[in-house]
């Protein structure tokens, strides 16, 4: 079992930056991804970033440029920096966490991100 706890969210302003973290614990392997997700209210959940252990990132489009992820492997940690942020960035988002070639994804219980002026 893998357990994520995120941290982070919260209100900001059109064109503002907050930071999410999210901390795994357990069960850790050492190959594994970790990523970040959102959801909108009506809409699906949809990937955000993703990282691999070994540092390989993936972004949507509609965050390149403007959100980075990070991990500290000794430390289990995953971040997601967000500048530059826009009320569409709006959402839940999640942490999500799996070990390479496995099919279960664990997830974090979310956190509300609101871009609103």
């Known amino acids: 079992q893998v357990q994520l706890v995120e941290s982070g969210g919260g209100l900001v302003q059109p064109g503002g930056s907050l930071r999410l973290s999210c901390a795994a614990s357990g069960s850790i392997f050492r190959l594994n991804v970790m990523s970040w997700y959102r959801q909108a209210p009506g809409k699906q959940r949809e990937l955000v970033a993703t990282i691999t252990s070994g540092g390989s990132t993936n972004y949507a489009d509609s965050v390149k440029g403007r959100f980075t992820i990070s991990r500290d492997n000794a430390k289990n940690t995953v971040s997601l920096q967000m500048n530059s942020l826009k009320p569409e960035d709006t959402a839940v988002y999640f942490c999500?966490?799996?070990?390479?070639?496995?099919?279960?994804?664990?997830w974090g219980q979310g956190t509300q991100v609101t871009v609103s002026s």
């Open positions: 999500e966490y799996h070990h390479v070639g496995a099919l279960k994804a664990y």
